[in-house]
T-cell receptor, first 112, second 119 residues
Framework: AQSVTQLDSQVPVFEEAPVELRCNYS??????LFWYVQYPNQGLQLLLK??????LVKGINGFEAEFNKSQTSFHLRKPSVHISDTAEYFC??????????FGQGTELSVKP | GAVVSQHPSRVICKSGTSVKIECRSL??????MFWYRQFPKQSLMLMAT?????????EQGVEKDKFLINHASLTLSTLTVTSAHPEDSSFYIC???????????????FGQGTRLTVV
């Protein structure tokens, strides 16, 4: 069985500061990893994904994530956040087939 | 990119009535669609997997007779909440998968979600 753990439920940060949102997963098979962002009362928007190849993945809005197989982690980072980055972020894992298992979510709150 | 449209975005219904939510892939064919449910301040929980032309596969604990899923075409899946009760009030989100060239896995594209309130 697969599972995803997002270690921080809330992350407050000041504008222009760096941020890291942590994600660990467990799976007995090869996985594909995703980060999604959700704004209030909206669906999910894909930030980035790891399917294969380079372990450092760059996504939209200046976000990037690094796949670390030995630590079973896929942490999301941004060197300088903006107020507009305030949202809920979900890490997800999938095997072949597209079914996603989501983490509990991390609420990123960017303060001026 | 691939676009998934979900309708309606908000619906209020009386207890005991049924509500239908549509999920359409606008510019691609989706052989598989997924339905999720999200309670406030919580994560998305997969309800069922919908494959075109076949019966949906429900996750453990999801009542198939209450949440009817139909995937009649490659661009449309519907979720009907039957005999809705206040505890069914939630945010329902669908996703559709698009096969990527050379890869077995598929990336999921999400609809905007439907806020269901049962009064």
């Amino acid at each position: 069985a697969q599972s995803v753990t997002q270690l921080d439920s809330q992350v407050p940060v000041f504008e222009e500061a760096p941020v890291e949102l942590r994600c660990n997963y467990s799976s007995s098979v090869s996985v594909y990893l995703f980060w999604y962002v959700q704004y209030p009362n909206q669906g999910l928007q894909l930030l980035l994904k790891y399917l294969s190849g380079s372990t450092l993945v760059k996504g939209i809005n200046g976000f990037e994530a690094e796949f670390n197989k030995s630590q079973t982690s896929f942490h999301l980072r941004k060197p300088s956040v903006h107020i507009s980055d305030t949202a809920e972020y979900f890490c997800a894992v999938s095997n072949q087939g597209g079914k996603l298992i989501f983490g509990q979510g991390t609420e990123l709150s960017v303060k001026p | 990119g691939a676009v998934v449209s979900q309708h309606p975005s908000r619906v209020i219904c009386k207890s005991g009535t049924s509500v239908k939510i549509e999920c359409r892939s606008l510019d691609f064919q989706a052989t598989t669609m997924f339905w999720y449910r999200q309670f406030p301040k919580q994560s998305l929980m997969l309800m069922a997997t919908s494959n075109e032309g076949s019966k949906a596969t429900y996750e453990q604990g999801v009542e198939k007779d209450k949440f009817l899923i139909n995937h009649a075409s490659l661009t449309l899946s519907t979720l009907t909440v039957t005999s809705a009760h206040p505890e069914d009030s939630s945010f329902y989100i669908c996703s559709a998968t698009l096969k990527e060239t050379g890869l077995m896995n598929t990336e999921a594209f999400f609809g905007q979600g439907t806020r269901l309130t049962v009064v």
